[in-house]
T-cell receptor
């Protein structure tokens, strides 16, 4: 149990376009979902926390107008990178919690902006 | 907020030896301490966790110890195998899972 999927697994887009990444909890209802960014050989940096039906809470330094998060249901959260630029290229990972302490991670999405 | 420091950043051991990774945290309210293993290009996988009401927890070759007074916790891997090679992250949180912070990671290499 506690499987989290993420789609797409990788995406290449042109500078100035927007990209949407989906995060789904497949076999449980996620009360909270988290979005992380990970640069090569670095740690997981929390971008935002989202609860179903409410606005996401963004970490300091993360532009909420650039990284739009929607948590429309207990099994789906989306991250939209708007007006993407090459510096947004990174590995984006979501995770889901189901009320206890544990977080279950998705497989990640590698975004490359050309 | 919580600040988690992790050492060493890289660790190389011979197969069969033990590996120890240490983390310290700053928020005395933290009460949940998971360890994740991440292989290259893959998702972090929870390998063991410990809560503040326990001082030690063991699962086969993996053990975690927690010293709340000193605010540090450690991961111990015994009888290491090449497949243990990965990046290991510690983390700490105090409000369920809403404020989890990760250490910088330790790249473990187990040489056959």
């Amino acid at each position: 149990g506690a499987v989290v999927s993420q789609h797409p697994s990788w995406v290449i887009c042109k500078s100035g376009t927007s990209v949407k990444i989906e995060c789904r909890s497949l076999d449980f209802q996620a009360t909270t979902m988290f979005w992380y960014r990970q640069f090569p050989k670095q740690s997981l940096m929390l971008m935002a926390t989202s609860n179903e039906g409410s606005k996401a809470t963004y970490e300091q330094g993360v532009e909420k107008d650039k990284f739009l998060i929607n948590h429309a249901s207990l099994t789906l959260s989306t991250l939209t990178v708007t007006s993407a630029h090459p510096e947004d290229s990174s590995f984006y990972i979501c995770s889901a919690g189901r009320g206890s302490d544990e977080q279950y991670f998705g497989p990640g999405t590698r975004l490359t902006v050309t | 907020g919580e600040n988690v420091e992790q050492h060493p950043s890289t660790l190389s051991v011979q197969e069969g030896d033990s590996a120890v990774i240490k983390c310290t945290y700053s928020d005395s309210a933290s009460n949940y301490f998971p360890w994740y293993k991440q292989e290259l290009g893959k998702r972090p996988q929870l390998i063991i966790d410990i809560r503040s009401n326990v001082g030690e927890k063991k699962d086969q070759r993996i053990a975690v110890t927690l010293n709340k007074t000193a605010k540090h916790f450690s991961l111990h891997i015994t009888e290491t195998q090449p497949e243990d090679s990965a990046v290991y992250f510690c983390a700490a949180s105090s409000r369920g899972n809403n404020d989890m912070r990760f250490g910088a990671g330790t790249r473990l290499t187990v040489k056959p």
